[in-house]
């Protein structure tokens, strides 16, 4: 082999030696790029706010800690009356809480008679104004043992005749559970402390003991479960009332119980969320505990649901459902094009994807802002969604080719188009909501709990948890106050032998306006 022909070899070896390296360095390039996307939204995740943030009114873990610190501003002018709203509300224009809602205590502060004189001229002074201030004054919990007597009366006259003696009692209220001490009051307290204010009874029981009261944890459980029993024909019929609508929303998250028959306490157990939408006065929350995720659970709750559609996240188990049409959440698409662009890697596309997907919402606040009909919204989104979603599919269909699949984008682009059909269910009726946050926001709740008492003992502890948890967020879905409500409710238990429980449901008219909040109609 000649000179010439050797130096082309050598060449053409080199050539496509460099081609390879180019090739890995194109590979490396991307892993680098991932790594760094990854990293990047760690740390937006840990020290950074969030847009795409439910709740910005909730504090870090970090935070609880230095919650005096966290939330102090510099200068904060205090609000007036009128303005003691929640921020997120503030946004809605909707009325929050204000000192009308309070009972109200009047000091009147005058000067003696002998006072009322000009320091001048010494002529009488006449009242000219009055000036108010208000204050909130805190009263502590007070606790008091409420003691039953009933008289019992009987026959002198039937005695001496030898006639079997006759016994009258007045009426009185029967132990809410036998042979216990536990009040209708006591009862609803604890459990809303658990079940709304998320206080796992250890930590109830400290502050018992600070009352002077000496309840375990134990006898706190005991009253739980108990009144849980007490309420299980409720349940049953908020249950019942939920699958008489044809719109739903589920979701579920992950529970763990110690003891659990014929499985490792490292298994995973779920509860389960199903929900009303907003085509109803009649809002019905439901928590249902099982030792799975199986597509199953999900079949065997709506076994007898006539519904035809359900909102999801995405989970393949709800695909066992049949004749049902599956709504992909639209909130859940975004937030993964937002996590990509956050994360500093192919900034334009994951920004052009999110884009899309705002412009979506902002043609839905075209409607909420106009109290379009449902029959009106969806002729909006035929003519105005349909279209920024066939662009939307239209531009991933490019860019996919683009992306690597691992990358935060390209999971992004790999949810969209695998939920496709889902997410594309809101054309279909405009009763469909966008997004899931309804089921996400009442499963919060659960999860805000689970996090303070950790696990559930027993399955039969599990079961109680959800059936309560369905009570409680109902009553609060139907803008009641839920200790008043279970109060009431065990009270009209605890009186009446004959009780039509069609009477204590959370929208029925009986239910006293005690019970009530403010804002409801």
């Known amino acids: 082999m000649n000179s010439v022909a050797k130096l082309q070899e050598e060449n053409r070896i080199l050539s496509s030696r460099i081609a390879d390296l180019e090739a890995e360095i194109s590979s490396l ?116 043992v409420l003691e039953h007597v009933t008289h019992v009366y009987s026959c002198r006259a039937c005695d001496k005749e030898g006639i079997s003696g006759f016994i009258k009692s007045a009426d009185s209220p029967k132990a809410l559970i036998p042979k216990s001490m536990v009040s209708p009051s006591l009862l609803s307290h604890l459990q809303c402390e658990k079940y709304v204010m998320a206080t796992p009874f ?92 199986s597509g199953d659970h999900a079949k065997a709750f709506l076994k007898d649901w006539q519904g035809k559609y359900l909102h999801c996240d995405g989970y393949g188990g709800y695909k066992k459902l049949k004749d049902v049409t599956l709504c992909g959440c639209l909130v859940h698409a975004k937030r993964k094009f937002h996590e990509a662009y956050i994360a500093g890697q192919s900034n334009e596309n994951a920004k052009i994807g999110e884009n899309y997907l705002k412009k979506i919402f902002a043609i839905e606040k075209i409607a909420n802002n106009n109290n379009y009909s449902y029959e009106e919204r969806l002729v909006l989104r035929q003519d105005k969604s349909r279209k920024v979603i066939d662009e939307f599919y239209t531009w991933i269909n490019e860019v996919s080719l683009k992306t690597l699949p691992q990358s935060l984008l390209g999971k992004a682009i790999t949810y969209a188009i695998n939920q496709k059909e889902y997410l594309c269910s809101f054309l279909k009726d405009g009763r469909i909501q966008l997004s899931n946050n309804l089921a996400e926001q009442s499963i919060r709740m659960f999860v805000i709990g689970r996090k303070n008492w950790i696990f559930s003992n027993t399955a039969n502890g599990a079961g109680s948890s959800a059936l309560m948890y369905s009570i409680v967020q109902t009553a609060i879905a139907n803008n009641l106050k839920p200790e008043h409500y279970l109060r009431y409710v065990y009270e009209q238990i605890q009186l009446q032998k004959d009780l039509e429980l069609e009477n204590l449901l959370p929208w029925s008219e009986k239910i006293p306006g005690e019970c009530k909040n403010k804002t409801s109609d």
């Open 29 to 144: 390039k991307k892993l680098n790029d991932w790594y760094i996307e990854q990293f990047k939204l760690k740390q937006k995740e840990k020290f950074g706010r969030s847009s795409e943030k439910d709740n910005d009114d909730q504090l870090s873990f970090f935070d609880i800690f230095n919650e005096s610190e966290t939330l102090k501003e510099p200068i904060v002018v205090e609000p007036k009356e009128d303005e003691i709203l929640v921020s997120s509300y503030k946004k809605k224009k909707k009325r929050g809480v204000n000192f009308s809602d309070l009972p109200v205590e009047t000091v009147e502060y005058k000067l003696e008679d002998e006072e009322k004189v000009c320091d001048n001229c010494a002529s009488p002074l006449t009242e000219m104004k009055k000036e108010v201030r208000k204050e909130l004054v805190i009263i502590p919990a007070q606790v008091k």
């Open 202 to 293: 250890y930590r109830q029981e400290g502050e018992y003991a600070r009352l002077g009261i000496n309840l375990s944890r134990q006898n706190l459980s005991n009253w739980d479960m108990a009144g849980a029993r007490i309420l299980k024909p409720l349940y049953e019929l908020l249950k019942k009332e939920l699958l008489s609508h044809e719109l739903l929303h589920a979701d579920e998250t992950t529970l763990e119980v110690i003891h659990e028959p014929g499985r490792e306490t490292k298994g995973k157990s779920y509860m389960w969320l199903y929900r009303t939408s907003t085509d109803t006065n009649r809002s019905v929350v439901i928590y249902d505990y099982q030792m799975g995720r």
